[in-house]
């Protein structure tokens, strides 16, 4: 696999993306129990209000799907490292002929989701770290791709990255 990372080093020297690991759990976190607004900012008035937690449960709806599909196709190939397994091979069906990286899509539509749902101007700006978050980590994962997978360069022309149809 060329130069990749040393597969003995402990978990804390990060060699194959721990620290991504940690940093979305923290992204998370912030996501669902940070504070959704600031005392002086306006509050979501009617219809907006409703109009929000309705977008935002079917948003959610759809980021579970999407990322469900993605964990039920790696099968075998998941890993919560954005390193590839050794022994993993590419998938391109399912979930994947849509977007590249179906579970970060999900997770950052379910951020989106649940900012509309609970009416929070902070919560948008969590979905919006998270989404950026995920793509400088999917930057790295792809390259890690690029080299196991010669034939994910060409994959990479026709898929999306993380916004299905879109980005």
């Given at each position: 696999m060329?130069?990749?990372?040393?597969?003995?080093?402990?978990?804390?020297?990060?060699?194959r993306?721990?620290?991504?690991?940690v940093?979305?759990?923290?992204?998370?976190?912030?996501?669902?129990?940070g504070?959704?607004?600031?005392?002086?900012?306006?509050?979501?008035?009617?219809?907006?209000?409703?109009?929000?937690?309705?977008?935002?449960?079917?948003?959610?709806?759809?980021?579970?799907?999407?990322?469900?599909?993605?964990?039920?196709?790696?099968?075998?190939?998941?890993?919560?490292l954005?390193?590839?397994?050794?022994?993993?091979?590419?998938?391109?069906?399912?979930?994947?002929?849509?977007?590249?990286?179906?579970?970060?899509?999900?997770?950052?539509?379910d951020a989106?989701?649940?900012?509309?749902?609970?009416?929070?101007?902070?919560?948008?700006?969590?979905?919006?770290?998270?989404?950026?978050?995920?793509?400088?980590?999917?930057?790295?994962?792809?390259?890690?791709?690029?080299?196991?997978f010669?034939?994910?360069?060409?994959?990479?022309?026709?898929?999306?990255?993380?916004?299905?149809?879109?980005?």
């Amino acid at each position: 696999m060329g130069d990749g990372p040393a597969r003995g080093a402990p978990w804390w020297k990060g060699t194959r993306g721990e620290w991504y690991v940690v940093g979305q759990v923290f992204l998370f976190a912030l996501v669902l129990l940070g504070p959704r607004t600031l005392p002086d900012w306006p509050a979501w008035a009617s219809p907006l209000s409703t109009i929000g937690r309705v977008i935002g449960i079917v948003l959610m709806l759809a980021g579970t799907a999407i990322s469900i599909g993605g964990v039920m196709k790696l099968g075998p190939n998941l890993t919560p490292l954005p390193f590839p397994r050794d022994c993993s091979n590419l998938i391109e069906s399912g979930p994947y002929a849509i977007v590249r990286h179906p579970i970060y899509s999900g997770l950052i539509i379910d951020a989106f989701g649940w900012a509309l749902w609970v009416n929070g101007w902070l919560t948008i700006g969590y979905a919006l770290l998270l989404f950026a978050f995920f793509d400088v980590k999917s930057r790295l994962e792809e390259g890690w791709l690029l080299e196991k997978f010669p034939e994910y360069a060409e994959y990479r022309t026709k898929v999306h990255k993380l916004i299905p149809w879109v980005y």
